[in-house]
């Protein structure tokens, strides 16, 4: 195995930001190895803004100056997956690149396209949505006013394809998850749990709580350099939609 390209000298920024990556189980960041391919880059244990910040803030930084060997980088909530050629590069050399990129403090994207995302209340389309204001001490319709309120962030992409983990429900409808799953959710169904949200793309099942359905087309297919409607770093607002509306948006 070997390197692709000779490093240069690290600035001192970089060290100290090595010496970091390397600290302890209990220090972060931290760099962990992932088989013989990629790097794990970890900001935080918990989910927070700061370190989700970090994330899409290193992604971009990678998108704008990829190192020898890079193959692609995955974002999760406090995490960034960074892939890359074993024949090009080496552990040791992509965790120097990644201190470097860090101390730079470079790679702010801003704050991502504003996305919108139409959604329905009507009963059959949300049938959560009572209990989920029972449980939240709320009525409907203050469910729905709390939803709307709400500007989400695109945290990360996960267990189906378009799966879109929206951070940012408000604090008055957050509730855990159901004791149960359902079987069968449509796709295009809004739910929550907790902070999160989420649009589903596939019949599924779920356990979080079903308080509306969307027309919008998450899933792209037609364009094989852009498949899902969001980038990470986007935000979202929703927009209640009439019945009628959802009715002919849902007719092909």
Same mark, same amino acid.
Request: hydrophobic share 45%; proline share 7%; charged share 25%.
């Given at each position: 195995?070997?390197?692709?390209?000779?490093?240069?000298?690290?600035?001192?920024?970089?060290?100290?930001? &090595?010496?970091?990556?390397?600290?302890?189980?209990?220090?972060? $960041?931290? !760099?962990?190895?992932?088989?013989d391919?990629?790097?794990l880059?970890?900001?935080?244990? #918990?989910?927070?803004?700061?370190?989700?910040?970090?994330?899409?803030?290193?992604?971009a930084?990678? /998108?704008?100056?990829?190192?020898?060997g890079?193959?692609?980088?995955?974002?999760?909530?406090? &995490?960034?997956?960074v !892939?890359f050629?074993?024949?090009?590069?080496?552990?040791?050399?992509?965790?120097?690149?990644?201190?470097?990129?860090?101390?730079?403090?470079?790679?702010?994207?801003?704050?991502?396209?504003?996305?919108?995302v139409?959604? !329905?209340?009507?009963?059959d389309?949300?049938?959560?949505?009572? #209990?989920a204001?029972?449980?939240?001490?709320?009525?409907?319709?203050?469910?729905?006013?709390?939803?709307?309120?709400?500007?989400?962030?695109?945290?990360?992409?996960?267990?189906?394809?378009?799966? /879109?983990?929206?951070?940012?429900?408000?604090?008055p409808?957050? +509730?855990?998850?159901?004791? /149960? %799953?359902?079987?069968?959710?449509?796709?295009?169904?809004?739910?929550? %749990?907790?902070?999160?949200?989420?649009?589903?793309?596939?019949?599924?099942p779920?356990?979080?709580?079903?308080i509306?359905?969307? $027309?919008?087309?998450? +899933?792209r297919?037609?364009?094989a350099?852009?498949?899902?409607?969001?980038?990470?770093?986007?935000?979202?607002?929703?927009?209640?939609?009439?019945?009628?509306?959802?009715?002919?948006?849902?007719?092909?």
């Amino acid at each position: 195995m070997r390197d692709g390209r000779r490093a240069s000298e690290p600035s001192k920024a970089s060290r100290d930001v &090595s010496a970091d990556l390397t600290a302890g189980a209990d220090a972060f $960041p931290r !760099c962990l190895p992932v088989g013989d391919r990629a790097l794990l880059v970890e900001f935080s244990a #918990a989910i927070d803004r700061r370190s989700h910040d970090r994330v899409v803030q290193l992604d971009a930084a990678l /998108a704008a100056a990829p190192f020898d060997g890079f193959v692609e980088a995955v974002p999760a909530y406090a &995490s960034l997956l960074v !892939c890359f050629d074993p024949l090009v590069v080496g552990h040791g050399a992509v965790e120097e690149r990644l201190a470097a990129l860090m101390a730079l403090g470079a790679g702010s994207r801003g704050a991502g396209r504003l996305r919108e995302v139409e959604i !329905c209340y009507d009963d059959d389309l949300a049938p959560d949505l009572a #209990a989920a204001a029972q449980a939240s001490g709320l009525t409907p319709q203050d469910v729905v006013t709390a939803h709307l309120s709400g500007e989400y962030d695109v945290a990360m992409y996960g267990f189906a394809p378009g799966y /879109a983990y929206l951070a940012g429900v408000p604090e008055p409808i957050r +509730l855990p998850r159901k004791q /149960a %799953a359902i079987r069968g959710v449509p796709a295009g169904s809004v739910v929550i %749990a907790g902070p999160q949200c989420l649009v589903t793309t596939l019949a599924m099942p779920t356990g979080w709580w079903i308080i509306g359905r969307s $027309p919008t087309r998450i +899933l792209r297919g037609e364009d094989a350099d852009r498949p899902f409607l969001f980038d990470v770093g986007d935000r979202v607002r929703f927009r209640r939609i009439a019945r009628e509306e959802f009715d002919a948006r849902e007719t092909p």
